[in-house]
C-alpha cells in the first residue's frame, strides 16, 4: 500500500510518525485498513471495532460463593469467555457481545446474584494477528501499551430466551468457534447470555488516560471507521 507520514496535534513536523513501508517501525497494511485510527477517529469506533473483532474476552464479576473454596467470596472473580457481537450468520455490530454461560456454573450465579452486574475486558493484542496495527501479536509491545488498544464494558448481562434469539445468538457463536456446536447439548447445557445494557465504557488507545466515551457514543459509532486507512505508531 502507499506510505506516507502522520503528525500528532500540535506536533512539529520533525516529530513526524512513519506510517508502513519500515517494517521495524510497524506493521501496516491493507488488512489493518479498517482498525479505527486513534490519532484521528471518534474513540467510541475503536471501542466498538474491539469489540467487533474480539472472539474472547475477561468477564469479571463479585464472587457471591466460595464455590466448594476455589474461589473468595466478596472478592472480583474473573472467567474467560467466547464472545460474538451480532446475531446469527450477520457481520453487523450491535455492540452488545453475546456470551456462553452454564445456569448452574458459579459464576453465572455471581453475575445473577447481583441482578446482572458484569465486566468485560477486550485487549487489541488477542485480535491483533489479523489486523495488524500497533499491537499484533509477536510484536515486543506489552499489552498494557496505551496504543495497544484495551476496552472494559459495564453492564448488564441477561440469559437470552426467546427461541428466536436463542436460536441466532447459537449460530453467531458457533460461527465465531464451530467447536462450540456440541457445546448446547448434553448434561452442560450451555447457554447464550447478551450484555443487554451497557452502563461504562474504560478505553485506552492512546497516551493520556481514558477519554470519555458515553453510552450514546459508543452505539451511534461506526466499528469500521472509514476515516481510518493507515496506522501510524511512534517510532522508539
Known amino acids: 500500500g502507499d506510505c506516507s507520514t502522520s503528525t500528532r496535534p500540535n506536533m512539529a513536523p520533525s516529530s513526524a510518525v512513519l506510517q508502513c513501508g519500515i517494517a521495524t517501525i510497524v506493521m501496516c497494511a491493507c488488512a489493518c485498513a479498517q482498525r479505527p485510527d486513534p490519532w484521528n477517529d471518534p474513540p467510541a469506533n475503536m471501542a466498538r471495532w474491539l469489540v467487533h473483532e474480539a472472539s474472547w474476552a ?3 464479576a ?5 464455590d466448594n473454596g476455589t474461589r473468595v467470596p466478596g472478592f472480583p472473580f474473573g ?9 446469527g450468520n450477520s457481520t453487523e455490530s450491535t455492540g452488545k457481545p453475546i456470551l456462553l454461560m452454564m445456569e448452574t456454573q458459579s459464576f453465572a450465579q455471581d453475575v445473577m446474584h447481583e441482578g ?5 475486558t477486550f485487549s487489541e493484542k488477542e485480535v491483533g494477528a489479523q489486523h495488524g496495527g500497533t ?3 509477536g510484536e515486543t509491545r506489552a499489552a498494557q501499551f496505551p496504543m495497544c488498544a484495551h476496552l472494559t464494558l459495564q453492564g448488564i ?16 457463536l458457533i460461527k465465531q468457534r464451530p467447536e462450540l456446536a456440541g457445546w448446547f447439548h448434553g448434561p452442560h447445557n450451555f447457554r447464550p447470555w447478551r450484555m443487554e445494557e451497557v452502563r461504562g465504557i474504560y478505553l485506552i488507545d492512546h ?15 461506526q466499528p469500521h471507521a472509514p476515516s481510518s486507512q493507515l496506522q501510524p505508531m511512534l517510532v522508539e
Open 79 to 87: 472467567k474467560i469467555v467466547t464472545v460474538v457481537d451480532g446475531w
Open 207 to 221: 497516551f493520556g488516560g481514558a477519554p470519555l466515551v458515553s453510552v450514546k457514543d459508543y452505539f451511534t459509532a
Open 62 to 66: 463479585v464472587a457471591s460463593t466460595s
Open 58 to 60: 475477561t468477564a469479571s
Open 116 to 120: 446482572g452486574k458484569i465486566s468485560l
Open 157 to 172: 448481562l441477561r440469559e437470552v430466551t426467546e427461541p428466536a434469539d436463542v436460536q441466532s445468538a447459537k449460530e453467531a
Open 135 to 137: 499491537c499484533f501479536k
